[in-house]
């Protein structure tokens, strides 16, 4: 059973529960817990109906979508430049968390296998990392081709929005469709920093997803993305022709390609899928390593205080509890070692036993 033929037959239980915020569906070996989320979501057919799912009186309802308050600030970008953070006010916060549910629960009846970048991991059937799982199709492959999406988040316009929430993977009507749209974007566009807008943009990148994913099996290449990341890799060169066709299909979506960030690596080069090297089994850079040995060796000479300042040295404000913020990265940091490498790792074990006895 789909989850649109679920809403169909359950319609008025689902109505039910949302007026009495209790589930009353019983459960089958043919609904998961996906399809009740998603079944909730779809059944939204107008403003009641939508202050119940959030369980809010329509007068802050209305409050939300008239004057939403978003805190607006920018972050360095890892290659130079700023990206805009717009985050969205506690109480905006929470009504979207509770919509990227429906959202995550609604993509996940029915995900592209392509697709890694946020969306719900079964960790039990794959405990690796998303950003792992979206490096790993591309090991061995002679040639890499990464693509990037030029402001992603910000390219997708309201408009956009609501013709998704209207199309046929949502069926809402236009009013339920236009309160949605404005509860998810700002100032027109769709805000990064919000929590529906990384699962918003998967919907939106669907049918490019599906259009990629074709031409990969009809050429015999391998296609993923995470976010505004697009790979490809295959045995053979991309010549000028397939780089063309592949650009083609992302302008004929509305987006823009970063053509700084366009890049081909071949034999004997050094390949990466999002930060991971692929050329035999997903692997971290040797800067990497080099970079957390340099940070335990700082942290067992120096303390934490001292080892702190020298990692924050070009920030421009050092708190008072830098050091623990300079910890719980390093934490960060070992971990990822080990997402990548393998928990058998020899260089994971020694950093993280090392990390033991320092801290």
């Known amino acids: 059973m789909t989850v649109y033929e ?35 979501l779809l059944s939204l057919q107008n403003a009641q109906d939508v202050c119940a799912y959030f369980q809010l009186p329509r007068a802050v309802l209305e409050q939300l979508i008239n004057s939403p308050k978003y805190r607006s600030f920018s972050i360095a970008k890892k290659r130079g430049g700023k990206r805009l953070i717009q985050a969205p006010e506690l109480g905006l916060m929470k009504v979207q968390r509770i919509l990227n549910h429906g959202l995550q629960s609604l993509y996940a009846c029915n995900p592209n296998p392509s697709v890694f970048g946020f969306v719900i991991n079964d960790e039990q059937a794959n405990p690796a990392s998303p950003i792992v799982q979206n490096a790993a199709p591309h090991v061995g492959k002679a040639y890499v081709l990464n693509i990037d999406l030029k402001d992603f988040f910000p390219s997708i316009r309201a408009h956009r ?5 209207m199309s046929q993977q949502f069926r809402f009507n236009e009013q339920t469709a236009t309160v949605l749209t404005l509860l998810t974007t700002y100032q027109g566009r769709l805000p990064q920093g919000a929590p529906t807008s990384p699962i918003i943009t998967n919907f939106i990148c669907a049918k490019m997803d599906a259009e990629m994913r074709k031409i990969a099996n009809d050429k015999g290449w391998t296609y993923t993305r995470y976010a505004d990341d697009l790979t490809f890799s295959a045995d053979l060169f991309f010549d000028a022709e397939a780089v063309a066709e592949i650009r083609s299909m992302i302008v004929s979506n509305h987006f823009v390609i970063n053509e700084k960030k366009i890049r081909q690596k071949g034999k004997g080069r050094r390949k990466e899928v999002t930060g991971i090297v692929v050329n035999t089994k997903p692997n971290v850079k040797r800067s990497y390593i080099r970079q957390v040995r340099a940070m335990l060796h700082d942290l067992e000479k120096n303390g934490r205080t001292i080892a702190s300042a020298n990692h924050f040295k070009n920030s421009p404000v050092v708190r008072e509890n830098d050091h623990s913020v300079f910890i719980n990265r390093l934490r960060g940091y070992i971990s990822f070692i080990g997402q990548v490498r393998g928990k058998e790792d020899p260089i994971f074990l020694r950093f993280q036993e090392k990390m033991k006895a320092l801290t």
């Open 161 to 165: 929005v609501k013709e998704l929430f």
């Open 6 to 40: 679920f809403v169909e037959k359950q319609r008025p239980e689902l109505k039910q529960s949302l007026r009495t915020q209790t589930m009353k569906i019983k459960s089958s070996p043919e609904l998961t817990k996906h399809t009740i989320s998603a079944g909730l």
